[in-house]
């Protein structure tokens, strides 16, 4: 028998991806020494240790894609395959010292707010218990693969598996037959890496995903050792990036219509890689480019040309033992099936039990809606903070740098709090409020809200996922915390 453990810490960080990794260091250097990171898998690295699918790459350029104060010379591409970004997660967790803080098999099932004491209490789903007045929730937004109910796939009797649960090893598809359901961001890397080794793969087809030609190259030695040597000529390119990828944020947020220029590109693109008109009719999207993530693939519509692929787009009515049965009563023989049905990002923490102010859970509160104060806090629930929170999201650029300064804005909150001599911080309703108010207002004019249906909005049909403007705004929006909007606990009173 394991005894469990009771440890109380100053602050207490749940998850070990980019952004808890960014939030130990962080308030390490802040003097906020007595820090944990409780991981429930048993590694670092969140999206970038769970999404080891064959081809998983970022499609944000690798110069933009670190920490501003880690910046790394020595990518391999423009656009960084995944091996390379989780060690480079590793490596930046090892040199600042926080994967010594680091529990792994730690899986957080509850978190209590206790009023009296203003602290958390949580409670791992193995017994073991950890206490303190700063929870730092940085479990990712796409961390719950979301696997449809598909009538009869409990009777299929060959593997299955989600494309953010790919098997290591030997993942069973080599000289199969597979069936791919999904075509988002995931299935456009995934199918043109496994398409050459199965026997035959049928890729079911829902909405059409918008493409991109992806402007990638291998970096050269002597631009590797160029940004060693300089890293001031890295940081141009680096704002070179940037500014290219908020020139877009107009676009997306404010007129759509703008979109089509980018849209003919596509289109030249499919053309360009599909000969097929029939096959090319079918792959085009019938909504307008950017409502859902646009996608970047030199490969993905190309593999459609092949013999051993077959796209369907008559939807999965039914799975049978070897078969996936389209909408349209054919029956496609398969001896696998991979989910590329993305996350659950509309209803995060499903596994965590998070119970605030009055004994409110965080489900109750979100009832009508997940929402936060600027990503970040949520009323009711004192001294948390979640990093990748509602309305914090990016269509456009880099969430490394969202995540910086939301891991910011968080230091800077309990710098006034101690500052304050208060014990608990939370923002107010009324600010949260407002905030929400002017989401909903930003988003009705994005490209996002008008004429498609994405993981970005909720079951209501609102954007409660991507932060509706500029990087930059978000940025000055997060530059220092706005007292009017918190409220201050101290000693039994308020401010
Ligand atoms: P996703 O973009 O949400 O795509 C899920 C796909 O599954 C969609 O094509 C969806 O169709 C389909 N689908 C879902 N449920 C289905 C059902 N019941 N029947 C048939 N089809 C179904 O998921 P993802 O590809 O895993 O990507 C998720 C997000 O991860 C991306 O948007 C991106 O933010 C991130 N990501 C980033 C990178 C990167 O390079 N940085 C790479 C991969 C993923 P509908 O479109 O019709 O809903």
Same mark, same amino acid.
């Given at each position: 028998?394991?005894?469990?453990? !009771?440890?109380?810490?100053?602050?207490?960080?749940?998850?070990?991806?980019?952004?808890?990794?960014?939030?130990?260091?962080?308030?390490?250097?802040? @003097?906020?020494?007595?820090?944990?990171?409780?991981?429930?898998?048993?590694? $670092?690295?969140?999206?970038w240790?769970?999404n080891r699918y064959?081809?998983c790459a970022c499609?944000?350029?690798?110069?933009?894609?670190?920490?501003?104060?880690?910046?790394?010379?020595?990518?391999?591409?423009?656009?960084a395959e995944q091996p390379q970004i989780w060690?480079?997660?590793?490596?930046?967790? /090892?040199?600042?010292?926080?994967?010594? *803080?680091?529990?792994?098999?730690?899986?957080?099932?509850?978190?209590?707010?206790?009023?009296?004491?203003?602290?958390?209490?949580?409670?791992?789903?193995?017994?073991?218990?950890?206490?303190?007045?700063?929870?730092?929730?940085?479990?990712?937004? !796409?961390?719950?693969?979301?696997?449809?109910?598909?009538? %009869?796939?409990?009777?299929?009797?060959?593997?299955?598996?989600?494309?953010?649960?790919?098997?290591? @090893?030997?993942?069973?598809?080599?000289?199969?037959?597979?069936?791919?359901?999904?075509?988002?961001?995931?299935?456009?890397?995934?199918?043109?890496?496994?398409?050459?080794?199965?026997?035959?793969?049928?890729? +079911?087809?829902?909405?059409?995903?918008?493409?991109?030609?992806?402007?990638?190259?291998?970096?050269?030695?002597?631009?590797?050792?160029?940004?060693?040597? +300089?890293?001031?000529?890295?940081?141009?390119?680096?704002?070179?990036? #940037?500014?290219?990828?908020?020139? /877009?944020?107009?676009?997306?947020?404010?007129?759509?219509?703008?979109?089509?220029?980018?849209?003919?590109?596509?289109?030249?693109?499919?053309?360009?890689?599909?000969?097929?008109?029939?096959?090319?009719?079918?792959?085009?999207?019938?909504?307008?480019?950017?409502?859902?993530?646009?996608?970047?693939? =030199?490969?993905?519509?190309?593999?459609?040309?092949?013999?051993?692929?077959?796209?369907?787009?008559? @939807?999965?009515?039914?799975?049978?033992? =070897?078969?996936?049965?389209? %909408?349209?009563? &054919?029956?496609?023989?398969?001896?696998?099936?991979? !989910?590329?049905?993305?996350?659950?990002?509309?209803?995060?923490?499903?596994? $965590?039990?998070?119970?605030?102010?009055?004994?409110?859970?965080?489900?109750?509160?979100?009832?009508?809606?997940?929402?936060?104060? *600027?990503?970040?806090?949520?009323?009711?629930?004192?001294?948390? +903070?979640?990093?990748?929170?509602?309305?914090?999201?990016?269509?456009?650029?880099?969430?490394? #740098?969202?995540?910086?300064?939301?891991?910011?804005?968080?230091?800077?909150?309990?710098?006034?709090? &101690?500052?304050?001599?208060?014990?608990?911080?939370?923002?107010?309703?009324?600010?949260?409020? &407002?905030?929400?108010?002017?989401?909903?207002?930003?988003?009705?004019?994005?490209?996002?809200?008008?004429?498609?249906?994405?993981?970005? $909005?909720?079951?209501?049909?609102?954007?409660?996922?991507?932060?509706?403007?500029?990087?930059?705004?978000?940025?000055?929006?997060?530059?220092?915390?706005?007292?009017?909007?918190?409220?201050?606990?101290?000693?039994?009173?308020?401010?």
């Open positions: 028998m394991t005894s469990s453990t !009771l440890e109380r810490h100053e602050a207490v960080i749940v998850g070990t991806g980019f952004a808890g990794i960014a939030m130990a260091i962080r308030l390490r250097q802040d @003097g906020v020494q007595d820090v944990v990171l409780l991981e429930k898998a048993d590694d $670092l690295g969140g999206t240790r769970d064959p081809g499609d944000v350029p690798s110069n933009l894609y670190s920490y501003s104060f880690a910046l790394k010379p020595d990518w391999d591409r423009a656009f060690e480079y997660l590793r490596d930046v967790a /090892r040199r600042f010292g926080v994967d010594r *803080l680091m529990r792994f098999g730690q899986h957080v099932v509850e978190a209590r707010y206790d009023e009296q004491a203003a602290l958390w209490h949580l409670r791992t789903a193995a017994g073991d218990r950890y206490v303190t007045p700063a929870l730092v929730l940085a479990t990712g937004a !796409l961390s719950t693969p979301s696997k449809p109910a598909l009538t %009869g796939l409990e009777s299929f009797s060959g593997i299955v598996f989600h494309s953010a649960e790919w098997p290591e @090893g030997d993942d069973g598809l080599t000289g199969r037959r597979a069936a791919v359901i999904g075509t988002g961001a995931s299935a456009v890397q995934f199918v043109p890496a496994i398409a050459p080794r199965t026997k035959h793969l049928t890729v +079911f087809q829902r909405t059409a995903p918008w493409i991109l030609p992806k402007l990638d190259r291998t970096f050269s030695a002597r631009e590797q050792q160029l940004y060693g040597r +300089f890293p001031l000529a890295q940081k141009l390119v680096r704002a070179g990036v #940037f500014t290219r990828l908020e020139s /877009r944020v107009l676009a997306f947020t404010a007129h759509p219509g703008a979109m089509q220029m980018a849209e003919k590109v596509a289109l030249r693109h499919l053309e360009r890689q599909v000969r097929d008109p029939e096959l090319r009719r079918k792959l085009r999207p019938d909504y307008r480019i950017g409502c859902k993530r646009i996608l970047l693939s =030199n490969d993905y519509w190309k593999s459609f040309e092949r013999d051993d692929v077959t796209l369907v787009t008559d @939807g999965v009515s039914r799975i049978e033992a =070897n078969a996936v049965v389209d %909408g349209a009563g &054919r029956r496609h023989d398969v001896d696998a099936i991979v !989910l590329g049905t993305g996350f659950k990002v509309t209803e995060p923490y499903g596994d $965590l039990t998070i119970v605030g102010v009055g004994g409110r859970t965080l489900t109750d509160a979100w009832r009508d809606g997940m929402e936060a104060y *600027l990503g970040v806090a949520v009323a009711g629930f004192p001294n948390m +903070f979640l990093l990748v929170g509602p309305n914090s999201g990016l269509g456009h650029s880099s969430m490394v #740098f969202v995540i910086e300064r939301q891991v910011e804005y968080v230091i800077k909150t309990l710098r006034l709090k &101690r500052s304050r001599g208060a014990e608990a911080v939370s923002v107010r309703g009324e600010a949260q409020r &407002r905030f929400v108010e002017e989401m909903d207002r930003r988003s009705s004019r994005t490209v996002w809200t008008n004429g498609c249906k994405s993981w970005y $909005l909720d079951r209501f049909g609102r954007n409660r996922t991507l932060w509706p403007a500029s990087v930059l705004a978000y940025w000055r929006r997060m530059r220092q915390p706005h007292e009017h909007d918190l409220v201050l606990q101290t000693g039994g009173t308020t401010s």
